[in-house]
């Protein structure tokens, strides 16, 4: 059974830190993307941070370039997202998502299978 399962949601000062992980298992890691998605109240869901497992390579949202930094501990079958500088609008429910990958290079594939979500949330 594929199982993602995310920590490390909650309450913080604008400006302040938060580091989530996201625990997989049921699956080959490095045959995976590992992705981080967040979604607002009444907002679309959308792709903050991925990771391909296989080469390192990753993407990320323009409005967290600089801020927000994924890595991963392969023995530990975790991935981080370190979130510094957080503003009001980083508010939403982070989830972490799974997608089968043959080739490094791009980690935007079909992410298959996803964790519960986490609630951050960034007081002004």
């Known amino acids: 059974e594929v199982q993602l399962v995310e920590s490390g949601g909650g309450l913080v000062q604008a400006g302040g830190s938060l580091r989530l992980s996201c625990v997989v298992s049921?699956?080959?890691?490095?045959?995976?993307?590992i992705a981080w998605f967040r979604q607002a109240p009444g907002k679309d869901r959308v792709g903050v941070y991925c990771?391909?497992?296989?080469?390192?390579?990753?993407r990320y949202l323009d409005s967290v370039a600089g801020r927000f930094t994924i890595s991963r501990d392969n023995a530990k079958n975790t991935v981080w997202l370190q979130m510094n500088s957080l503003k009001p609008e980083d508010t939403a429910v982070y989830s972490c998502?799974?997608?089968?990958?043959?080739?490094?290079?791009?980690?935007?594939?079909?992410?298959?299978?996803w964790g519960q979500g986490t609630q951050v949330t960034v007081s002004s």
């Open positions: 998502a799974a997608g089968r990958v043959y080739a490094g290079g791009d980690c935007q594939v079909s992410y298959d299978y």
């Open positions: 049921g699956f080959t890691f490095n045959e995976y993307a």
């Open positions: 990771i391909n497992m296989i080469d390192n390579g990753t």
